[in-house]
């Protein structure tokens, strides 16, 4: 057994903007069943506070002249021990976690992870009294990649873990940041914090950290290469033995068509001719026809160019020209959510689009669907076409990251190997997109065959169960090392 400190920005059902939080919410209970002693580390925004039941302060300290308190509660539906750094001046605002209500970053976000990443080196060190030291810190995107830099200049330290979740988001801020956040003088060099005379908090987690992993084994090869490295691409290729590729898993107790309590009609493998109910209850629910037969896409995403947008957005008129319905829900770049929603006022009929996040919405999208939309440029993991899997939705994706990991091309090879479980676009480019739409569409002609598919698709394990057996075994490795 291990003793695991999960340092996360965010946690479902806590604080959720993106994957990371279903991750944060969902491996540590994981690791929990297999016997792990593990404690999630988390900022005390608002919102977590209001959603936590029994809490009680656990220690108090003092950083950047601000009074920080150590409070304890457990994660929301597990038994996981969450501490809470609770800094008003840092945490308790309006807005999101890096955002304020515009979407606008904070700025002083260097200033509020450095508190997060201090308060996690001295649980760490055990100098809060806690009278519990981790063998491991595990540490999470930018947000937390201070951690293993500072721990680096304890002699006596755990092991540190580093989880690259999205490498196009590094909390890069400029050098007079570095003094102003007083950091050790000595982790200024190009090998260390400095990113092109810049402090990076990520080449803390990047330089620093004893095993490095990203979510999904492709992202992990993807990221040593320039176009995905994003000026990073060098110092991974020089810590390649340390990297590996961990895929992501799913919440099977919140994911899971049989048990969904958002949807109008449950359903399982055995009882697929069930899902249709779903389709006709979300086309009457968004004012579409309401027809069984009519194929449904739907996308949940952020609406950002990562996503695929313009992809979308320039086969957009060919794709409604199809004999199709598209349900979009997501919230994003205000240009791509105002081309949308024109496009779905122009054409009522056949484009729903709902800007903003409704989790039973997107539970009943994923249930509706007939296909799930997601021609991303790049995906470290992607979750949605996990779900999307689960639910017996057909992905349509492009080769890229965890989707290229998860996602097998309905072609006639796979197709009799029995292991097709979806489309994949032959290139990153609109017309590819709307081929694969096609040739899905052609699919959905053939009942059996479409009913095949569902059920490869379905048979498939994401559970977080493997996951958190690799990150055990990675922990071992690494605690030998230190």
Known sequence: MSKILYISSEAFPLIKTGGLADVAGSLPAALLKQSQDVKLLLPAYPEVLKKIKKKKILAKTRYYNQDVNIIESCLPGSHVIVLLVDCPVAFNRPGGPYTDHHGREWDDNALRFAVLCYAAVDIALNKLALSWYPDVVHCNDWQSGLVPALLSLSSKRPATIFTIHNLAYQGVFNKQTFTDLKLPKKLWHPDGLEFYEQLSFIKGGLAYADKITAVSPNYAKEILQPEYGYGLSGLLKHRRKDLSGILNGINKKHWNPGTDHYLKQKYNRHSLNKKSLNKTALQQELSLQVNASIPLIGMVSRLVEQKGLEFILDSLGKILSLPVQFVILGTGESHYELQLSNWASQHPDKLHVTIGYDEALAHRIEAASDMYLMPSIFEPCGLNQLYSLRYGTLPIVTAV??????????????????????????????????????????????????????????????????????????YQQAIKTV
């Open 401 to 474: 990251g965890g989707l290229a990991d998860t996602v097998n091309d309905a072609n006639q090879k796979n197709i009799a190997y029995g292991t097709a479980n979806g489309f994949v676009l032959k290139n990153k480019n609109s017309s590819a997109l709307l081929a694969a739409i096609k040739r899905a569409l052609v699919m959905y002609k053939k009942p059996e065959q479409w009913r095949q598919l569902q059920h490869n698709a379905m048979r498939g394990d994401f559970s977080w169960q493997t996951s958190a057996e690799h990150y055990i075994r990675l």
